[in-house]
Nanobody
Framework: QVQLVESGGGLVQAGGSLRLSCAASGGTISSYAMAWFRHVPGKEREFVAGISYRGGNTYYTDSVKGRFTISRDNTKNTVYLQMNSLKPDDTAVYYC?????????????WGQGTQVTVSS
C-alpha cells in the first residue's frame, strides 16, 4: 500500500551538494524506520544511511559518514538525504526504503529510485 517516490537527483559537480527527498503515500512513515540505498550497475547494492522511527538514531556507511545526513519529517511524511562534498564515486541510483520492523535488515517498501551523477 505504501508508495515511496524519490526526487532531487540530478547532475552535480564534484564537491557540490544535493538533497534527495522521499515522499510517502498510502501510509505514515512514522511506522517505519527509513533508509537510503544506492546501486551502480555491475556492483552490489549498498546501504547508505538509515534513520530510526523518530529520528533519534542514524546510521551511515563509512564512505559517506561526515558528508551525508539523513533526516525525516514525519509530519510531511518525507525522509531526506542531504549530500555534501559529493564525489564521482557517489554516482548511483539512490533508493529509499521503509522497514516496519526497524531492523534495517529487511524492507517492506522501496521507491523507484532517482539518479545522482557527480562529474569531475
Amino acid at each position: 500500500q505504501v508508495q515511496l517516490v524519490e526526487s532531487g537527483g540530478g547532475l552535480v559537480q564534484a564537491g557540490g551538494s544535493l538533497r534527495l527527498s522521499c515522499a510517502a503515500s498510502g501510509g505514515t512513515i512514522s511506522s517505519y524506520a527509513m533508509a537510503w540505498f544506492r546501486h551502480v550497475p555491475g556492483k552490489e547494492r549498498e546501504f547508505v544511511a538509515g534513520i530510526s522511527y523518530r529520528g533519534g538514531n542514524t546510521y551511515y556507511t563509512d564512505s559517506v559518514k561526515g558528508r551525508f545526513t539523513i533526516s525525516r519529517d514525519n509530519t510531511k511524511n518525507t525522509v531526506y538525504l542531504q549530500m555534501n562534498s559529493l564525489k564521482p564515486d557517489d554516482t548511483a541510483v539512490y533508493y529509499c526504503a521503509a522497514d516496519r520492523v526497524g531492523s534495517f535488515l529487511e524492507y517492506d517498501y522501496w521507491g523507484q529510485g532517482t539518479q545522482v551523477t557527480v562529474s569531475s
